[in-house]
């Protein structure tokens, strides 16, 4: 059986409008901002280039 959130989130996506939240991408040994496609070290905890934060 569907929640709420299962709903809202399908009328939202129905839309056009992101449901997921985001994280960093990986590239080889190297997270990259899914954003700007800035690539970081291991233990960013944001990205240098956007400010992009997860």
Aim: net charge negative; hydrophobic share 20%; glycine share 8%.
């Amino acid at each position: 059986m569907a929640t709420a959130d299962d709903i809202f989130d399908e009328f939202l996506d129905e839309r056009g409008h992101e449901t997921e939240s985001q994280s960093w991408e990986q590239d080889y040994n190297k997270k990259r901002c899914p954003d700007c496609e800035g690539l970081h070290g291991p233990e960013a905890s944001s990205c240098t280039v956007c400010g992009w934060r997860p």
